[in-house]
């Protein structure tokens, strides 16, 4: 198993910034993918940003030019740095970590922490 400790996230008036942290323990052998997505009230979950192994990162359209994305593979640890923040991008925003064990292929998330883009 995996956990997921998130931390960030707030009330920001548009046109600001906030930073969302998520750290990786437990089980983490494995771990080929980290990043976050975001579910707004009525709406389906949708990728924000995601980092896979050896390749570049992965933005939604939405946010590409906006949001930056890192992470740390010795720390197990992804940040997401979300700049010019538009009322359009409040949400819950979830951690996700996929990981490659034992021959399966694993899915993690963490609980989510609210963005709020308001003035």
């Known amino acids: 198993q995996v956990q997921l400790v998130e931390s960030g996230g707030g009330l920001v008036q548009p046109g600001g910034s906030l930073r969302l942290s998520c750290a990786a323990s437990?089980?983490?052998?494995?771990?080929?993918?980290m990043g976050w997505y975001r579910q707004a009230p009525g709406k389906q979950r949708e990728l924000v940003a995601v980092?896979?192994?050896?390749?570049?990162?992965t933005y939604a359209a939405s946010v590409k030019g906006r949001f930056i994305i890192s992470s740390d593979n010795v720390k197990r640890t992804v940040s997401l740095q979300m700049n010019s923040l538009k009322p359009e991008d409040t949400a819950v925003y979830l951690c996700?970590?996929?990981?490659?064990?034992?021959?399966?292929?694993?899915?993690?998330w963490g609980q989510g922490t609210q963005v709020t883009v308001s003035s």
């Open positions: 996700y970590v996929g990981q490659r064990f034992m021959g399966r292929n694993n899915n993690y």
């Open positions: 437990g089980s983490i052998l494995g771990i080929n993918v």
């Open positions: 980092v896979r192994s050896g390749s570049d990162p």
